[in-house]
C-alpha cells in the first residue's frame, strides 16, 4: 500500500506563485513516476505536469512557461512551483504516484486564483 498527501495550495492574486508539495509514504522510490492534475468543478481533468525517470518533465501547454515540476528527492515526493497563476488555474490539483502499474492518488489541494 502507498500513500500521498499534496499540500501548499491557497488563494492568492493573478499574477501571484504557489508552491505545492506530494509527499508519498510507504514502500516507495524516488524514481517512480509521479505527476500532477488538476479538475474544477464545470470542466474536464486536465494533467498539468509530470516528471518520469530522474529528471525527464513534461508540461501541459496552459501551464508550461509558468509552471515547474521537480523532484523532492529527501521525501521522495515532487513540488510543482506554480508562477504567473491565472484566474482559469482555479482547481483542485491532485498528485498521483504510479508504481508497478498501479496508481495512487491524494486528496488533493485547492488552488484559487483571484482576479
Known amino acids: 500500500q502507498v500513500q500521498v498527501a499534496e499540500s501548499g495550495g491557497g488563494l492568492v492574486h493573478s499574477g501571484g506563485s504557489l508552491r505545492l508539495s506530494c509527499v508519498p509514504s510507504?514502500?516507495?522510490?524516488?524514481?517512480?513516476?509521479m505527476g500532477w492534475y488538476r479538475q474544477a468543478p464545470g470542466k474536464q481533468r486536465e494533467l498539468v505536469a509530470t516528471?518520469?525517470?530522474?529528471?525527464?518533465?513534461n508540461y501541459a501547454d496552459s501551464v508550461k512557461g509558468r509552471f515547474t515540476i521537480s523532484r523532492d528527492n529527501a521525501k521522495n515526493g515532487v513540488y510543482l512551483q506554480m508562477n504567473s497563476l491565472k484566474p482559469e488555474d482555479t482547481a483542485i490539483y491532485y498528485c498521483?504516484?504510479?508504481?508497478?502499474?498501479?496508481?495512487?492518488w491524494g486528496q488533493g489541494t485547492q488552488v484559487t486564483v483571484s482576479s
Open positions: 498521483y504516484l504510479i508504481r508497478m502499474g498501479r496508481t495512487y
Open positions: 510507504g514502500t516507495v522510490f524516488r524514481e517512480n513516476d
Open positions: 516528471v518520469t525517470g530522474v529528471d525527464g518533465t
